[in-house]
């Protein structure tokens, strides 16, 4: 049975991430700064079997308090097999609305988090020479996402930090991946810019984000893509299949990628202006 930690476990990717590795047997702790609502997914997964799960408060912006849960976890369970640093938060708005607030969150949580995650589960893994980790990026990490480039710019880095960490990884036994989803639909969507100040997306943005992608992914489609591509070692997780179109089409030619991505933005001036 395999132990594995599961950040922003409380909803969405997190919560169905944990689900697939319960159903699969495996002991999860399910870590968010709501730890209520961790609480909650925790006690509903350990009726699913036949895997265990356990509910931790964990804000993966505190370096010392990812160490120490992970420490604590391989100390009680001997090891730590997987490791999904999926913590995450949405930021909306063009360039001039954005604030340095709306930055350094998206820096500390999406980045830095996955930086606190990595840190502290990459030594262990090295000392028992296995274990996977796998970080939650975005299709905006691989693609020039406009009205939110904070999150987008996060996000790329979360892809560049896990394919460079695969490669010194490789030799040691340490597997690392990288989920890229398009839009899923989860309560990220509905609390863009948690406690920021304000810009026009604001908020609830699903009306926007559907007239990007009319059909949103759901998180548990997407969790057994992930799963899959956990099994396959898959270095770049990218789904569904529209992602995976649009990152074929921006590598092939990058200008028309960037053109096409400017008309959302000329879009939303529109609609400020309106």
């Given at each position: 049975?395999?132990?594995?930690?599961?950040?922003?476990?409380?909803?969405?990717?997190?919560r169905?991430?944990?689900?697939?590795?319960?159903?699969?047997?495996?002991?999860?702790?399910?870590?968010?700064i709501?730890?209520?609502?961790?609480e909650?997914?925790?006690?509903?997964?350990?009726?699913?079997?036949?895997?265990?799960?356990?509910?931790?408060?964990?804000?993966?912006?505190?370096?010392?308090?990812?160490?120490?849960?992970?420490?604590?976890?391989?100390?009680?369970?001997?090891?730590?097999?997987?490791?999904?640093?999926?913590?995450?938060?949405?930021?909306?708005?063009?360039?001039?609305?954005?604030?340095?607030?709306?930055?350094?969150?998206?820096?500390?949580?999406?980045?830095?988090?996955?930086?606190?995650?990595?840190?502290?589960?990459?030594?262990?893994?090295?000392?028992?020479?296995?274990?996977?980790i796998i970080?939650t990026?975005?299709?905006?990490?691989?693609?020039?996402?406009?009205?939110?480039?904070?999150?987008?710019?996060?996000?790329?880095?979360?892809?560049?930090?896990?394919?460079?960490?695969?490669?010194?990884?490789?030799?040691?036994?340490?597997?690392?991946?990288v989920?890229?989803?398009?839009?899923?639909?989860?309560?990220?969507?509905?609390?863009?810019?948690?406690?920021?100040?304000?810009?026009?997306?604001?908020?609830?943005?699903?009306?926007?984000?559907?007239?990007?992608?009319?059909?949103?992914?759901?998180?548990?489609?997407?969790?057994?893509?992930?799963?899959?591509?956990?099994?396959?070692?898959?270095?770049?997780?990218?789904?569904?299949?529209?992602?995976?179109?649009?990152?074929?089409?921006?590598?092939?030619?990058?200008?028309?990628?960037?053109?096409?991505?400017?008309?959302?933005?000329?879009?939303?001036?529109?609609?400020?202006?309106?």
């Amino acid at each position: 049975m395999s132990i594995a930690i599961v950040t922003g476990g409380a909803s969405g990717i997190g919560r169905a991430i944990a689900t697939a590795l319960v159903r699969r047997g495996h002991t999860v702790s399910v870590t968010d700064i709501n730890g209520e609502g961790a609480e909650a997914v925790a006690e509903k997964l350990n009726e699913v079997g036949p895997g265990k799960a356990f509910a931790s408060v964990l804000n993966v912006t505190d370096a010392e308090a990812v160490a120490d849960h992970y420490q604590a976890l391989k100390r009680d369970h001997g090891r730590l097999d997987l490791v999904f640093n999926n913590a995450g938060i949405a930021i909306g708005g063009l360039a001039e609305d954005l604030t340095l607030d709306h930055w350094n969150r998206a820096i500390d949580i999406n980045l830095k988090g996955v930086v606190h995650g990595v840190h502290a589960a990459y030594p262990i893994m090295l000392e028992q020479r296995s274990g996977h980790i796998i970080n939650t990026a975005s299709a905006a990490g691989l693609v020039p996402m406009p009205l939110g480039i904070p999150y987008t710019a996060t996000k790329h880095a979360v892809v560049g930090l896990s394919l460079g960490l695969r490669a010194e990884g490789a030799g040691r036994g340490v597997k690392v991946s990288v989920v890229c989803p398009t839009f899923v639909d989860t309560p990220l969507l509905d609390n863009i810019n948690p406690g920021l100040p304000e810009t026009p997306m604001s908020g609830d943005s699903r009306a926007e984000i559907k007239q990007a992608q009319p059909r949103l992914y759901t998180a548990e489609k997407l969790a057994r893509d992930i799963m899959r591509g956990v099994d396959k070692n898959q270095a770049l997780i990218v789904a569904p299949a529209s992602a995976r179109a649009v990152w074929r089409g921006t590598r092939l030619n990058p200008a028309m990628a960037v053109r096409v991505a400017s008309l959302a933005v000329n879009r939303m001036r529109k609609q400020q202006k309106s």
